[in-house]
């Protein structure tokens, strides 16, 4: 069923309504039973998200394991979809985690995300105890690192071009390298709005 038909529960949204959707290319989220409902994103952003994940799955060490666009379950009606994930789980293959279980959420800004990406997220994934969060930006190519601090907040521990970290395992890599060869060349071919 298109989203535009879907009915609001009595109550607001669960976690149970979520899994009785069909599968789509949208992104699908609850704040306090609110559902907010996302276009998959640019092909740029998931050539990233896939480029990170390669050099991150590349160097976890066992029992970590690195996953992509998979939902954390805060509660009932509380969820968020990070672009990229690494986890501590007996059962990795799962298509959600709980937040005990990330160890690293990492978020690509894309255009609108900004507020998201950081205010409401980190905010969130600190208050749950996810110790560790970086937020990369595409233009100009550039990583924010943090850290949960004192408290239940996180604290920078580092910004610029090159992701240089040692937790939660040693990686040195320029963002820019994580860009595909035909980034920077416009969002792809411009069609003729004939007949419009």
């Known amino acids: ?13 669960t976690v149970e309504d979520l899994d009785a959707l069909p599968e789509s290319h949208y992104r699908h989220e609850l704040t306090d039973g609110a ?4 276009p998959s994103p640019s092909s740029l952003h998931q050539a990233v998200a896939a480029r990170l994940l390669v050099r991150l799955e590349a160097i976890a060490p066992e029992p970590l394991a690195v996953t ?3 939902e954390i379950r805060f509660g009932r009606q509380l969820t968020r979809i990070p672009d990229v994930l690494v986890v501590h789980s007996d ?3 799962r298509h959600w985690f709980a937040p005990s279980e990330v160890l690293l959420a990492v978020e690509i800004e894309s255009p609108g995300s900004h507020l998201e990406d950081r205010a409401t997220k980190p905010a969130l994934y600190a208050r749950y105890g996810i110790p560790h969060y970086w937020r990369i930006e595409l233009e100009p190519p550039l990583v924010s690192r943090y850290s949960i601090g ?3 907040c996180y604290q920078m521990i580092g910004a610029g071009p090159r992701l240089s970290v040692s937790e939660p395992f040693p ?4 963002v820019a390298e994580l860009l595909p060869r035909w980034a920077g060349r416009g969002e792809g ?3 003729p709005a004939q007949g419009l």
């Open 171 to 174: 990686l040195d890599v320029a």
């Open 1 to 13: 069923m298109p989203d535009a038909l879907l009915v609001i529960p009595s109550g607001g949204w």
């Open 150 to 152: 004192h408290g239940d």
């Open 35 to 38: 559902l907010t409902v996302s």
């Open 68 to 70: 992509q666009a998979v």
């Open 91 to 93: 059962q990795p293959g």
């Open 189 to 191: 071919p411009t069609v």
